[in-house]
């Protein structure tokens, strides 16, 4: 049997763990707080990859959690911070529905592959990975400029660069499963 408590999932759980942490942070306007919280998050996403190769410790677990923690952390930041707010303009709201919109797509798209053939080896592509990057970056910046109160004259770059990756990592996701299918069918 595999542990399925190993560091490396424990480190994902600590990221799930900070979510409420950032988001109070955020509704009681503490966003250095909220920042460093952030950048802890994030350093956890690469940690929990990199302690699991080290250790030799991947597990089935640790394949559905990292990216759900991914996921949950992202999408709260892009909801929290796209909300009005009197303190600083927000994220503008057009993005965060392109970027959740992504995901649902690809994750309902996965799960219809798999009730339809079984499949369900989806691993992630360098395109998805660089549009995780991508967004986690658009947030620790965005705060970062909120807080300091430069810079902000970038946002408008990030936020299509962010939207470009969103849109076309998300075609390559269809052509990336489409490939592992035909692979699947032919091995099959």
Known sequence: M????????IVTLVRMALIPVFVSSVFYQQLPTALIVWVIAGLTDLLDGLLARLLDQPTALGTILDPMADKLLLVTAFVVLSMPRPDFHPIPFWLTTVVISRDVFIVVGAILIFITTGF?????????????????????????????????????????????????????YIFHATRLLNEHNIHA
């Open 120 to 172: 369900r080896q989806f691993r992630p592509s360098m395109l998805g990975k660089l549009n995780t990057l991508v967004q986690l970056g658009l947030i620790t910046v965005f705060l970062a400029t909120r807080i300091f109160h430069r810079y902000t004259e970038y946002l408008p770059a990030l936020y299509y660069l962010t939207f470009a990756i969103a849109i076309l990592s998300g075609i390559h």
């Open 2 to 9: 595999t542990r399925l408590l190993t560091l490396a999932n």
